[in-house]
């Protein structure tokens, strides 16, 4: 039984915790482990100990900074491996998708060691007669970041790579349900020679968030997440004067029109829809046809699920590994009851998909598809978060561009056709943040900003990219005069230009 705790000030945290978490291996459905929960008192230690590290760190010169960065980059290319081992053991995808997050993370890693040049001002001479004006972005202090289950290493990296590049110090708090990823980048911070106190993980629940929300020394907060949760930490922490970034759910529509490429539609609906069991903020969960291919469309669907291999995630034959949590696999399993009692077909049925090499307590579901899916079932209002795929039938492309533009969530959408200009006109209309053409996941790459739109996002930052670099520091601008012998003089005048 292995035993996570907190990473305060460079070291492991080595206090007693009154309360712990169960950390489970979802293909056993065994306890593997336990987590320490924070209390109040972790709280403003780790605060303190962030705090503590910030003026050296954000005096510390750019090239230094960029150095540790390219250092830390080595070791988790080093490390991916065993990140990937972490992930699978409790999050439960398999080892390929692991692999993929942890290689995704790195991005955000190699952009931010740019850090240089990312934070170059601008300048301009005589912006009046001998004064100069230039621009510089300084880190806005302790910074804490929030992340959900999904994504143990990634969603964490799209935080930390930057925050740290700009001077910030960090303050994880990962998701109780898989906190071991997030040590070993602790770890993997200080071999890379980052100094203590810069980058802290802090384990817990709502006592932690909340913490972290109503703390006077955190200045700024990223939360990635469910959306209740996320609207709730944006209020809790613009309320407590924080700058807040706040990522939230998602439902995404996958657009079909009857000139696509049926095969490439259902290769992608299938890698989209099921990939990582559904648990991905990206996931297709609504296939949106625009007749007359549905039927078509489903048959080919059908088919490639029937041969996909359901099991363990350290099993290599796996494609697709089990639900992280026995209340949430059984959450995702009700909306297959719920999705007939309200009317839809249920086309696929993943509680009889076959298991290979699974224990029996595992908490597995296969690929499922709901059909004839309407816009008032809760199958499709409710972001699932699980194998299964709800099939709605259109008749128009402006029906399909009505449904995905009236849903609340924006964060991801994807359009199959081979009609350039169908889907030019799309990428248009769509009010989603982040759009496909003929992709599935349309995940931005790190040098672009990633986040939705609606009740996917709660602020106005999206994460990494510039709009990352923007949302972990603050503009000033400067501007300079060198007194010279001819000026002086009191003028109570509004400065202008001359
Ligand atoms: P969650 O909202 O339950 O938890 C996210 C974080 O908030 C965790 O660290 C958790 O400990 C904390 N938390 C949970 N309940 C809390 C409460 N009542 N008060 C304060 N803090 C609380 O999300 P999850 O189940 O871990 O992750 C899945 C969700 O994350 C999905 O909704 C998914 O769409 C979303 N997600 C979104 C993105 C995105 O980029 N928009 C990316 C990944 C995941």
């Excluded at 053991?89 to 080892?95: D, N, R, S, T």
Aim: glycine share 12%; net charge negative; hydrophobic share 45%.
């Amino acid at each position: 039984m292995k035993h996570v705790t907190h990473w305060i000030g460079g070291k492991p945290w080595t206090g007693e915790a009154q309360r712990h978490g169960d950390i489970y291996d979802p293909a056993t459905g065994q306890v593997s482990g336990t987590v320490d929960f924070a209390s109040a008192t972790e709280v403003n230690d780790v605060v303190a100990a962030a705090a503590q590290a910030l003026p050296g760190w954000r005096r510390t010169s750019l090239a230094k900074r960029a150095q540790v960065l390219f250092a830390f980059r080595e070791l988790v290319k080093a490390h991916a491996g065993d990140l990937a081992a972490l992930i699978t053991a409790e999050h439960g995808k398999v080892a390929s998708d692991a692999a993929g997050e942890v290689a995704r993370g790195l991005e955000v890693v190699e952009f931010a060691c740019g850090i240089p040049h990312l934070l170059k001002g601008g300048y301009s001479e005589n912006v009046s007669t001998g004064v100069d004006s230039y621009s510089i972005r300084q880190p806005v202090g302790v910074v804490a970041g929030i992340t959900p289950f999904n994504f143990p290493a990634m969603v964490p990296m799209w935080m930390f790579p930057l925050a740290i590049a700009c001077g910030n110090t960090f303050v994880l708090k990962p998701s109780e349900k898989d906190p071991s990823a997030s040590l070993l980048l602790a770890q993997l911070w200080a071999e890379a020679g980052l100094p203590d106190g810069v980058f802290n993980v802090l384990h817990g629940d709502k006592v932690a968030v909340d913490g972290l929300l109503t703390h006077p020394g955190v200045a700024a907060v990223s939360f990635v997440g469910s959306t209740p949760i996320a609207r709730y930490v944006y209020e809790a922490g613009t309320a407590n004067g924080k700058r807040v970034q706040a990522l939230g759910g998602a439902k995404n529509h996958m657009v079909v029109l009857p000139d696509a490429d049926l095969d490439l539609a259902a290769d992608a609906a299938v890698s989209a829809g099921f990939g990582s069991a559904g648990e991905r903020c990206m996931a297709i969960s609504a296939l949106v046809v625009v007749d007359p291919v549905g039927d078509d469309l489903v048959a080919r669907v059908k088919e490639r699920i029937g041969v996909l291999r359901v099991g363990p995630g350290a099993d290599e034959r796996s494609e697709m590994g089990p639900l992280v949590t026995r209340p949430h696999r059984d959450k995702v399993a009700s909306y297959l009851d719920s999705g007939v009692a309200q009317g839809a077909t249920l086309a696929v049925d993943g509680r009889v998909h076959p298991v290979i090499g699974g224990a029996s307590g595992g908490f597995w579901l296969g690929p499922s598809v709901l059909d004839h899916v309407t816009p008032a079932m809760s199958c499709y209002t409710d972001e699932i978060f699980g194998p299964v795929l709800s099939v709605l039938r259109v008749p128009t492309y402006e029906a399909a561009v009505d449904l995905v533009n009236a849903s609340p969530y924006g964060n991801g959408v994807a359009i199959f056709t081979c009609d350039g200009g169908a889907a030019r006109r799309f990428v248009s209309e769509a009010e989603i943040g982040m759009v496909g053409v003929n992709v599935p996941i349309p995940v931005p790459m790190a040098y672009y900003s990633f986040g939705g739109w609606k009740a996917s996002l709660f602020g106005d930052t999206h994460v990494h990219g510039t709009e990352g670099v923007h949302f972990y520091t603050r503009g000033k601008v400067v501007t300079s005069r060198w007194l010279d012998p001819s000026h002086g003089g009191v003028n109570l005048g509004f400065p202008v230009n001359s």
